[in-house]
């Protein structure tokens, strides 16, 4: 009797030891979850200055690292990795990058024949030998590299996205043997995946260039030493934009334009929001919805995107684009504007005879030849600084509300799209 009420004692206080324990190891999971949000609450509003955010930066990113979950990386991956950190190419050629230049972002997939015909419009850009061109790569492709290799006009730098689903054969984010296909119920068929708004699941093709453009954005933003201390402005181009010889120069007299004349844009575009348009042709300024050819924007816009990297990341389409003008851009509270010339600064080709609805004015590429001249006109600097600014106001397009194409329905993506937000300790998104 005496033996077991002492045995149901002492387990009574083992218990009441144990309870203890537990209560404080909650109450000390509580207050530490609180700090972190309360260091999260003061990053976050703290980030309005640019530098405490790269003083604080290099601090977490390799902590932040660990604690990701990123895909396994295979050999392929973790060499393009390391070669991420290559410094440019050119150095002997250009040593010394002027003072206020605009980076030139290229992003690439694996068309050649486009890319030389790029490249090459590059190469006659007034005012290129003064900057910096990065190459990002969604992919590693032989002949795309040849191309970048033999650029001799500027600083360049080449980088590849080291998750991108062409670098992973046969494991997600590439095509993985255990992945759902197509409308096939993942309960049922025992397969991975989630399907999109409309059943759909995961093409691993289709998503990699939504994941591309945000991991190039969060790279060149916050993860290279060569930008990274960059507070100017950053122009974005595309494997499939002709860039006209004024573009550049066109450029710096718009970013310098912006913050008198429209104080309202939040970038400057080389190219009208309506691709087939070549401008109006006026002598005045167009503010205009944000396009998606040749935009530039600096820093402080930079942090209010990645600020929305759960908007961003969870919005069910493919298009980086579409996912911005819905999403992101809404979320700034008023209408985002670009300020661009009226005669534009760069053209979306694509290949003759397909043509997409684009009409028989579209620009176009057959065997390497393009169906269009420059006139003398865009050769040269051709904004004016006296010129005022005429305003689109409530332009059609995508807007608040839309629910997106599909496409970007899977868990995995959206959770290894947020994870690309937070590689390089970017701490200005809170956690929920
Ligand atoms: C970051 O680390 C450096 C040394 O590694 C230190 O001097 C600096 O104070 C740290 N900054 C912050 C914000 O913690
Ligand atoms: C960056 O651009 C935004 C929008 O045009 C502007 O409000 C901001 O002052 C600019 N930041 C810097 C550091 O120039």
């Keep these: 009797m005496k033996a077991s009420h ?4 002492v387990r009574d206080a083992v218990i009441r030891r144990l309870l203890l324990i537990s209560v404080i190891g909650v109450v000390l999971f509580v207050l530490l979850m609180r700090t972190n949000t309360i260091v999260d609450l003061f990053t976050k509003y703290s980030f309005e200055s640019d530098e405490r955010f790269e003083e604080i930066h290099n601090n977490y990113s390799l902590v932040l690292k660990k604690n990701l979950n990123l895909p ?39 068309r050649p024949q486009y890319l030389q015909v790029v490249v090459d419009s ?7 030998s003064e900057t910096l061109l990065i190459v990002s790569h969604d992919g590693y492709f032989k ?35 255990y992945d759902c296909k197509d409308k096939d119920g993942s309960l049922k068929m025992k397969c991975e995946g989630t399907p999109d708004q409309y059943g759909n699941h995961r ?13 190039m954005m969060n790279t060149v933003w916050d993860g290279l030493e060569e930008t990274r201390g960059h507070f100017g402005h950053i122009l974005f181009i595309e494997e499939d934009h002709f860039i006209y010889p004024n573009a550049y120069r066109n450029l ?25 348009s070549r401008g109006e042709k006026w002598e005045s300024l167009i503010a205009e919805r944000m396009g998606n050819v040749g935009y530039t924007f600096n820093r402080t816009v930079w942090r209010m995107i990645h600020r929305k990297a759960r908007e961003f990341c969870s919005f069910d389409d493919y298009n980086w684009d579409i996912t911005m003008w819905a999403t992101v851009y809404p979320s700034f509270g008023g209408p985002v504007y670009t300020l661009r010339a009226p005669r534009t600064s760069a053209i979306h080709f694509g290949k003759c005879g397909l043509h997409q609805g684009q009409g028989e004015n579209a620009a176009c590429i057959d065997n390497g030849a393009l169906n ?22 409530h332009q059609a397009g995508y807007q608040a509300g839309f629910r997106g194409w599909g496409g970007w329905g899977d868990i995995r993506d959206r959770e290894m799209c947020l994870d690309f937000a937070k ?10």
């Design 122 to 128: 590059l190469s006659r850009v007034v005012g290129i």
């Design 252 to 276: 710096q007299v718009l970013t310098e334009l912006k913050p008198k004349k429209c104080p309202h844009c939040y970038a400057a575009n080389l190219a009208p929001s309506d691709v087939k």
């Design 72 to 110: 396994k990386q295979n050999e392929l991956s973790i060499s393009l990795e390391n070669r991420n950190q290559m410094p440019p190419r050119n150095l002997d050629l250009y040593p010394k990058l002027a003072k206020n230049h605009i980076v030139i972002v290229l992003y690439v997939h694996n």
């Design 6 to 9: 002492r045995k149901s004692r």
């Design 203 to 215: 093409s691993p093709k289709i998503v990699s260039l939504k994941h591309h453009w945000w991991w």
């Design 372 to 393: 269009f001249e420059v006139e003398e006109i865009d050769k040269v600097q051709n904004v004016k600084r006296n010129w005022g600014v005429h305003v689109y106001e």
């Design 143 to 177: 002949e795309m590299n040849k191309i970048v290799e033999s650029i001799k006009f500027c600083q360049v730098k080449q980088i590849f996205a080291p998750y991108s689903p062409h670098v992973f054969p046969n494991t997600f984010p590439g095509i993985s043997p």
């Design 423 to 432: 590689m390089y300790g970017a701490l200005d998104i809170v956690e929920v």
